[in-house]
């Protein structure tokens, strides 16, 4: 266990930031679900895992706010696994369920034939859930050697999710109606930008920074949150634009 004395203004910074990322989460949960109409009924599976993904979410924020606050105890915030302390393993429960169901929203709106989309599946699922699980053992560790150990083998399947979003999602977006596959792309690549987030944040105590660094501990707090809403609420709000694109070109009318 860590003992983190973080001062008054500190302490705001996590609080508030992390009160950002709950009400974010929330709002796209509800947002998401209301729009359910707007889409053909064939891409309201991928909106309906957006909102699981957001909702998820939501529950680990509040029990990651509510794990920070009591954990601050005259003017420190003790980090750890046991009763009263801050656990970061909310963060990891949260990852090896959302992450999975990010990438499948992303078949899914796609709509591809069956053998497509499983295959697909069948491939990005257990390495996004291997990914998550072999990093989590280098983020509780305090020695350096482990995290790099448990870093470097969780971006094996990181590393191979990119080549299957990169190159094998590629072969599926050439019959996407105008403006999909552009989407898409973008899509992928805000995944990835947000995604680099989180290996910074982990690697902040290995570049000098000490786990009872009041500043890495606010850092990191306030990055695995932006990369949060950006990786599930940003990106979710997009997978509802390109159902919308799509919903559209197969003939559905447009608000107003």
Not at 1 to 10: C, P, T, Y
Not at 110 to 123: D, E, G, P, V, Y
Not at 215 to 228: C, H, L, S
Request: charged content about 15%.
């Amino acid at each position: 266990m860590n003992s983190i004395m973080l001062s008054a203004d500190q302490f705001g910074i996590v609080y508030n930031v992390l009160s950002f990322g709950l009400v974010c989460m929330l709002a796209t949960t509800i947002y998401t679900l209301v729009s359910q109409s707007r889409v053909l009924p064939k891409y309201r599976t991928a909106l309906v895992m957006s909102s699981m993904v957001t909702f998820i979410a939501a529950y680990h924020y509040f029990r990651i706010f509510n794990s920070f606050e009591d954990s601050y105890v005259d003017g420190a915030v003790k980090v750890g696994t046991g009763a009263g302390d801050f656990n970061e393993g909310y963060r990891y429960v949260d990852w090896i369920l959302t992450v999975p169901l990010l990438l499948v929203e992303v078949v899914a709106v796609l709509s591809l034939a069956k053998a497509a989309a499983s295959s697909l599946i069948n491939r990005l699922v257990p390495a996004s859930a291997a990914m998550i699980a072999l990093g989590y053992p280098g983020e509780i560790s305090t020695d350096n050697n482990t995290k790099v150990l448990w870093g470097v083998l969780s971006t094996i399947p990181f590393l191979y999710i990119l080549y299957v979003l990169f190159v094998e999602l590629s072969k599926s977006l050439d019959r996407q109606p105008a403006g999909v596959a552009a989407t898409i792309g973008r899509l992928r690549l805000l995944l990835i930008a947000t995604w680099g987030v989180y290996p910074i944040s982990y690697l902040l105590p290995i570049l000098g920074q000490s786990a009872t660094d009041p500043g890495a501990f606010v850092n990191r707090q306030i990055g695995y949150t932006i990369a949060d809403v950006l990786a599930k609420c940003v990106f979710g709000l997009t997978i509802l634009k390109i159902a919308r694109m799509k919903s559209v070109a197969e003939g559905m009318k447009e608000d107003h």
